[in-house]
């Protein structure tokens, strides 16, 4: 797989997730509720198709959900290592690709 094919499959999920959280916000709005509000409606195909493209690149470490869930999609700049190499941070799809294909 492809850089540009590995993205456009990424964005999928990250478009996915941003609606998810903009769906929760305006429940919590709607329904006048204190905290968060968690939408867990498509939770498993998320996690399905987060597993089948981990499986496609050849994401033996996880990394796809780190990025996705640690580093908050990119907005949280988090870092990563091999071994005793220097910590690369991880913010940009291209940054988890690195990331990726390093480790393999």
């Known amino acids: 797989m492809t850089y540009p094919e590995f993205k456009r499959r990424l964005m999928v999920l990250v478009d996915f997730y941003k609606q998810q959280t903009t769906a929760g916000k305006s429940l919590e709005k709607a329904l006048n509720m204190g905290g968060y509000c968690m939408i867990e409606f498509g939770h498993e195909l998320a996690s399905a198709y987060t597993a089948q493209l981990a499986e496609a690149v050849g994401d033996n470490s996880n990394w796809i959900e780190y990025w996705l869930w640690e580093c908050d999609m990119g907005k949280r700049e988090m870092g990563w290592s091999k071994k005793d190499e220097p910590i690369r941070r ?7 690709w690195n990331a990726i294909k390093t480790d393999q």
Request: charge should be positive; proline fraction near 0%.
């Open 90 to 96: 991880m913010k940009t799809t291209k940054d988890l």
